[in-house]
C-alpha cells in the first residue's frame, strides 16, 4: 500500500534559522501531496497542497516541490518565527474507489522554535 | 464559525464501557473520517464515510464501529472500550473532487480509557 516516511522529531531550532522537514512518499499511483500543520490543542489544517509534479506549493513562508522521480516533497523555510512551532504532516491522497478518495499521513514533525 | 465539530472534547470512560464520539459538519461534504493519534504513529485512519448511509473500515478499524446517520453527522463507537483505545481522536469531512480535495478537521476529542 501508499506510505509516508517523514524526519522524525522533535526538532528544534532557533528563532531565524532554517527549517528542511523531509518527506518521502510510496504509491503505484499519481497522487496529490500535502502538507498540513497542527498547531497546540487544534485539529491539523492543511498548509498547502500540490497536485502535479515538478510544481511548487506554497504559504506562510512555507514551501515544497513535488519531485516524482526522486519520489520526494520536503518542507523548507527560510527563517523560522517562534509561532511556527507545530507539528508537520505530509500526507499523499489515494483513491479508494470511484471519486473518493483518501489521505495517507506520515507520521509528523514536531518542531519547536526557541526565541 | 467552526465547520467540523466534535463532543464531546474530552472523555474518560471505564474498560468494557460502550463510547460514542460524535461528529458534526457543516462542510455538505459527502466525505468524513475518522482518525486516532498518537504519539510515533502521527494519524491513522479509522473508518470513513461516502455518504449518509455507508461506512468503509479504515487502516484501524478493529474495535471501533462507525455511523453516519445523515449527510453532516458521522459517529464512532467503541461498543467494549480498552485501556489501548485510549487517544486524541479527529473527525473529518472531505469533498468529491478527487485527488485535489482535502480534508478539514475538526478540535479533536481526548478519551482515556481507565
Known amino acids: 500500500g501508499d506510505s509516508v516516511t517523514q524526519t522524525e522529531g522533535p526538532v528544534t531550532l532557533s528563532e531565524g534559522t532554517s527549517l528542511t522537514v523531509n518527506c518521502s512518499y510510496e504509491t503505484k499511483q499519481y497522487p496529490t501531496l500535502f502538507w498540513y500543520v497542527q498547531y497546540p490543542g487544534e485539529g491539523p489544517q492543511l498548509l498547502f497542497k500540490v497536485p502535479k509534479a515538478n510544481e511548487k506549493g506554497s504559504s506562510r513562508g512555507f514551501e515544497a516541490t513535488y519531485n516524482k522521480e526522486a519520489t520526494s516533497f520536503h518542507l523548507q523555510k527560510a527563517s523560522v518565527q517562534e509561532s511556527d512551532s507545530a507539528v508537520y504532516y505530509c500526507a499523499l491522497s489515494d483513491h479508494s474507489g470511484g471519486s473518493n478518495y483518501k489521505l495517507t499521513f506520515g507520521k509528523g514533525t514536531l518542531l519547536t522554535v526557541t526565541p | 464559525e467552526a465547520a467540523v465539530t466534535q463532543s464531546p472534547r474530552n472523555k474518560v470512560a471505564v474498560t468494557g464501557g460502550k463510547v460514542t464520539l460524535s461528529c458534526n459538519q457543516t462542510n455538505n461534504h459527502n466525505n468524513m473520517y475518522w482518525y486516532r493519534q498518537d504519539t510515533g504513529h502521527g494519524l491513522r485512519l479509522i473508518h470513513y464515510?461516502?455518504?449518509?448511509?455507508?461506512?468503509e473500515k479504515g487502516d484501524i478499524p478493529d474495535g471501533y464501529k462507525a455511523s453516519r446517520p445523515s449527510q453532516e453527522n458521522f459517529s464512532l463507537i467503541l461498543e467494549l472500550a480498552t485501556p489501548s483505545q485510549t487517544s486524541v481522536y479527529f473527525c473529518a469531512s472531505g469533498g468529491d473532487w478527487g485527488v485535489y480535495a482535502e480534508q478539514f478537521f475538526g478540535p479533536g476529542t481526548r478519551l482515556t480509557v481507565l
Open positions: 464515510s461516502y455518504g449518509a448511509g455507508s461506512t
